[in-house]
């Protein structure tokens, strides 16, 4: 075992200026082959998940450190589509794309492929799929890491940490070399080539936003009347608000359990300000600092029409959990009961994958709640890959005693 502390090449100048960022890409133009790619984040320390430094490394080019913040130019965000121009028609190599993705959409980095060395760990059934086990696994190498949680959107950042992120990338395209050999002698290429275009089809776009995001505070469902939510509803939104113009985290600003001892005090009525101020996540910062916008929050509940009130529970879309099938809909119930071992034995078979590898769980609900008739083209429809579809049609159809259809 080799134990890595610093990059094989001198640490470049971040690149921070339109003359760095010309010099980069001119090195990417000239350089062959695949793309190394990472990014990091300030995740636990910023309200927005953006990338604060971009890592990029070709063979001929080398690695590369970039700030996209330096390029915002007073924009929200970066437009670093150029990058993707610069290598052309390469493959992207990216460890756990689905945390990449999608802050590389947001600065207009959307490869053109992409190709996930932890997705193609799983798909292989190793017993380990993290940066670090595969690398020591395959290639003999443990490397130094210290600054994953770190806050990256600090400024400068320290040469211990570029050191940090430039050892992500320096190692991943032999990595993936050695990753896609053993997809091939598994006959397993065109399951990694399937998935990581779906994955690129669905996080290198823009997310559509999420309904109701209040609805995810702690401990909502111990509360009891319509009031009760509104109270809770509009101290999210308020809190939301000062979140995001201030980049902070939201329990920074004020803490869920904060929210809810307000709410909980709200049976019949409004808590009035000197309840609220009396509250030990209001008594001190950083519930104190904005405490005008909370009590504005809870004016806006005490002019509102109960009729304005969100409702405890809302109209549930798409497929229930399947624990609920035997009272809504019990034919499904027995199918689902029926294939659910099949599905354990058959992601065994394949080598101890995870079952959710071989049959989404979206798909696969989808497929026995609405459809007693269940066929590759219809697991196709539903969002399966054709890989997946191929081994869960004839699992399903033997589960179910039906004949097993051929494809």
């Excluded at 809810?260 to 005090?265: C, I, N, P, S, Y």
């Amino acid at each position: 075992m080799t134990f890595i502390e610093r990059s094989r090449e001198p640490l470049r100048p971040v690149v921070d200026s339109s003359a760095l960022l010309e010099e980069c890409l001119a090195s990417l133009r000239s350089a062959r082959g695949p793309v190394a790619f990472d990014t990091e984040r300030a995740h636990g320390h910023r309200y927005w998940p953006k990338a604060y430094l971009l890592q990029i490394r070709r063979e001929g080019a080398g690695t590369w450190l970039i700030d996209p913040v330096a390029f915002e130019h007073g924009r929200h965000r970066a437009d670093l589509g150029s990058l993707v121009e610069a290598c052309g028609s390469a493959t992207w190599i990216i460890h756990a794309a689905t945390q990449d993705l999608p802050c590389m959409q947001e600065i207009n980095i959307v490869p053109p492929r992409i190709f996930d060395t932890e997705l193609a760990a799983r798909l292989l059934g190793k017993p380990g799929a993290s940066l670090g086990a595969l690398l020591e696994a395959e290639l003999g190498i443990k490397l130094r890491k210290a600054h994953s949680a770190d806050n990256w959107s600090r400024r400068p950042l320290p040469e211990s940490w570029l050191m940090y992120a430039a050892l992500d990338v320096d190692y991943l395209l032999e990595l993936a070399t050695v990753i896609a050999r053993h997809l091939v002698l598994a006959g397993r290429e065109e399951w990694s080539a399937q998935e990581n275009d779906e994955m690129l089809a669905r996080y290198g776009v823009s997310p559509e936003p999420k309904e109701d995001p209040w609805r995810r505070l702690s401990g909502l469902t111990s509360l009891r009347t319509p009031l009760q939510y509104a109270v809770a509803r509009e101290l999210w939104l308020a809190r939301d608000d000062v979140a995001q113009r201030r980049d902070r985290p939201a329990s920074w600003i004020l803490h869920d359990s904060a929210i809810m001892a307000v709410a909980e005090l709200a049976r019949d009525s409004v808590p009035t300000d000197d309840q609220v101020s009396g509250l030990r996540g209001f008594a001190s910062q950083p519930g104190q600092r904005y405490v005008r916008n909370w009590l504005a929050a809870l004016e806006r509940v005490r002019r509102m029409s109960p009729k304005q009130y969100p409702p405890k529970h809302v109209r549930a879309t798409g497929v229930p959990h399947p624990r609920s099938w035997d009272k809504s809909n019990p034919e499904a119930a027995t199918r689902w009961a029926a294939v659910r071992p099949v599905l354990d034995e058959l992601a065994c078979d394949l080598g101890g994958l995870q079952a959710s590898l071989v049959a989404p769980p979206a798909v696969l609900h989808a497929a026995l709640y609405y459809h007693a008739d269940i066929s590759h083209d219809l697991l196709v429809e539903l969002g399966a890959r054709p890989w997946q579809a191929d081994f869960l049609a004839p699992a399903i159809a033997e589960a179910l005693g039906e004949e097993i259809p051929q494809h």
